[in-house]
């Protein structure tokens, strides 16, 4: 009984591969995802194994073989997304390697006649349970020591966990360098004018669609400018990512003081995004807005779960809460066998968070005696392809001809044609919003811009000129209630100048215009890498 219990002891491996998987994705993501977030993953996914064993130890009355078992499903269950990427574009002949009716049965078949055999086998198992037990050791072993060197061969990369306490200092924060301070000529006896700002992130310019995918966006331009926006031919972004480009257009400042403070090798977002006190949170052009009396309004919440922003008075259409909001259990997830359930489950999510902000937008002022500020973050027409022409759901990779027809077996989707299909449902819908505030708010102002351009063939790492000047020239169009106040966009003035323009001219301020930068900085890994392509771009 007692040599038994020893022996049993010894089995640890299922629980240390149900472990594997969350420190690999953690090692690869070192300064994206939080230390804390693998209490939830650990919790569920090893203590699913744990639960598992149990189980198949009572059927079986042997633990070594329950604990094969696991460790064999384990192995399978979250190796298939990595297989599935790695075959997702190989085929022979007209057979997609990379698809899940070719994938699922393999996987599934491998897991029973393994099963099979370890429940069929008369050997004791003790040699196998002693040398997985080994590997399993040796590949935890190799994997925390690569997170360690990663960790500590970066100073930086430790104060991602400071941020993640909140400790984030205020003298970066709230420091005279950053923010300006100014007053606004606007009394009580003012009616003030409600202000939409409307992201349509990765929305690019009109010449780089003709250029790059040969299309001619000429009818939505000409409906802008009929309706009285000033629609910018040479806009640019001045950041290439979104954090950055947002952070800066909504302090109207740059944000290369981060890369001072904190380094450029740094890897914390939370300066950026943290919820209670980074930059896109906690930014100067809600709080000018407040200070004259605004209710604030937060519209869609797809790429970052900041629905729940300290400065706002109301936020619509954003992520529910649920299991994935953990990021490190979500990526974690989608390389699992159950990953193309996730991700049409995501996908799903985010049409219906796309579809509210357009259905919402014009209903905004009717919340509200007091004049609001609506911004909205809409994630269209960017990646995922998940929209027809006219708002049919597109499964990404699959074109909407087969979806139509199953019958047809060449799949012919073409990602240059499919973004395209879901611009002109951007299109459509934005038309459909804009018309109805002017309807009934013709003093408004409405902001239309990207946060930065497209990126078809585009180099991130080691771009050329070309491709920086696709993924920095955007849409800019600004609908002021006044044409004499137009005439200060005619320069074209980048994202970071935008809101100084609103202020000056509808509220009385005097910002300076600051001179037009432009960055490129498109490391994941380093959100505080810029290159300055100002000169490449505006020459």
């Known amino acids: 009984m007692n040599m038994e219990t020893k022996k049993n002891s010894k089995i640890f491996h299922p629980f240390l591969i149900a472990f594997f998987p969350i420190i690999a994705v953690y090692s690869v993501n070192i300064g994206l995802i939080q230390l804390e977030q693998f209490i939830f993953p650990t919790l569920i996914i090893v203590g699913g194994a744990f639960l598992l064993f149990l189980c198949l130890k009572y059927v079986l009355k042997n633990a070594k073989k329950a604990a094969l078992i696991v460790t064999l499903a384990f192995i399978i269950f979250f190796s298939f997304g990595h297989v599935y990427n790695m075959l997702n574009q190989v085929s022979i002949g007209d057979t997609d390697l990379g698809s899940n009716r070719i994938l699922l049965p393999i996987f599934v078949i491998s897991f029973g006649i393994g099963s099979f055999l370890i429940i069929r086998t008369k050997r004791t198992l003790d040699n196998a349970t002693s040398i997985i037990n ?44 950053y923010f300006e301070d100014h007053s606004f000529s606007v009394s009580e006896s003012d009616s003030l004018p409600n202000v939409y700002y409307i992201i349509l992130d990765g929305y690019p310019r009109n010449d780089i669609l003709k250029k790059h995918l040969n299309f001619d966006n000429s009818e939505f331009i000409n409906f802008l400018k009929q309706r009285g926006f000033y629609v910018a031919e040479n806009s640019h972004s001045n950041y290439s990512l979104s954090s950055t480009s947002i952070s800066s257009t909504m302090n109207m400042n740059y944000i290369n003081f981060l890369a001072d403070e904190l380094g450029e090798d740094s890897r914390s977002y939370d300066p950026l995004l943290g919820k209670d006190f980074g930059l896109y949170a906690d930014n100067q052009v809600i709080k000018n807005f407040k200070s004259m009396g605004y209710k604030v309004t937060k519209i869609g919440s797809v790429p970052m779960y900041l629905h729940e922003m300290p400065l706002v008075d109301l936020s ?55 004049p609001v500020f609506a911004w909205s973050h809409i994630m269209i027409p960017h990646f995922p392809l998940i929209f027809g022409a006219d708002g049919e759901p597109i499964t990404p990779g699959s074109s909407l001809l087969v979806m139509n027809n199953p019958e047809l077996t060449d799949s012919s989707w073409n990602i240059k044609q499919q973004f395209l299909q879901q611009l002109q449902f951007t299109n459509k819908k934005s038309i459909e919003f804009i018309d109805k505030i002017l309807e009934n708010e013709k003093q408004s102002i409405i902001i239309i ?73 498109l490391h994941y890994k380093k959100p505080y890498w810029f290159k300055d392509v100002t000169s490449i771009l505006l020459n």
């Not at 014009?362 to 005696?369: R, T, W």
């Not at 935008?498 to 300076?512: A, L």
């Open 134 to 177: 080994t590997i399993s050791v040796v590949f935890i072993t190799v994997i925390i020591a690569m997170v360690g060197i990663e960790a500590f061969g970066c100073d930086e990369c430790l104060i991602q966990q400071t941020y993640s306490l909140g400790i984030f200092s205020d003298e970066i924060i709230d420091s005279p360098f």
């Open 316 to 370: 619509l259409c954003y992520k529910s809460i649920h299991l994935m909001d953990n990021r490190l259990f979500d990526t974690v997830g989608r390389t699992s066998m159950i990953g193309y359930l996730i991700e049409r489950w995501s996908e799903d999510m985010q049409r219906q968070i796309i579809l509210c902000a357009f259905e919402e937008l014009p209903k905004i002022s009717s919340y509200y005696e007091e």
């Open 449 to 521: 811009q990207s946060d930065h351009g497209s990126a078809f063939g585009v180099n991130l790492q080691d771009p050329t000129d070309d491709d920086a000047f696709q993924k920095l020239s955007n849409l800019s169009a600004i609908y002021f209630p006044d044409e004499k106040h137009r005439e200060m966009l005619v320069d074209d003035p980048t994202n970071v100048n935008t809101f100084r323009i609103v202020f000056n001219s509808q509220f009385g301020s005097d910002y300076e215009i600051l001179e037009d930068r432009i960055y490129w900085g």
